[in-house]
Nanobody
């Protein structure tokens, strides 16, 4: 079993920056895709970015503003959010999976899809004003 805990959410002004973190624990004997999703009020959850070893993918809506990275142990993933906009407001979720689908999507540079991820964090609120 895998546990994911997000942190770093909060309030930020338009044009500002914020960094989210997600710590993964539990079963460690495999390589995971890790991703960030977000859900704005009244909207469906959407994929923001994903990472698999050295490959990353970023959704068009945040390309050039958000960066995904992870530490050397590959157990903590970060989402650096720069030049944030009002539309970036929402709950941000961390997700992980060890399956083939998320691996291929990330390596092909496609935005993450919810259906490809099995493990989810509780989410952290980001509010841009």
């Amino acid at each position: 079993h895998v546990q994911l805990v997000e942190s770093g959410g909060g309030s930020v002004q338009t044009g500002g920056s914020l960094r989210l973190s997600c710590k993964r624990s539990g079963y460690m004997y495999t390589t995971y895709c890790m991703a960030w999703f977000r859900q704005a009020p009244g909207k469906q959850r959407e994929g923001v970015a994903s990472i698999y070893i050295h490959s990353t993918s970023v959704a068009d809506a945040v390309k050039g503003r958000f960066t995904i990275s992870q530490d050397k142990t590959e157990t903590t993933v970060y989402l650096q959010m720069d030049n944030v906009k009002l539309d970036d407001t929402g709950i941000y979720y961390c997700a992980a999976d060890s399956g083939r689908e998320c691996t291929i999507a990330t390596m092909e540079g496609r935005a993450p899809q919810s259906s490809d991820y099995s493990y989810w964090g509780q989410g952290t609120q980001v509010t841009v004003s």
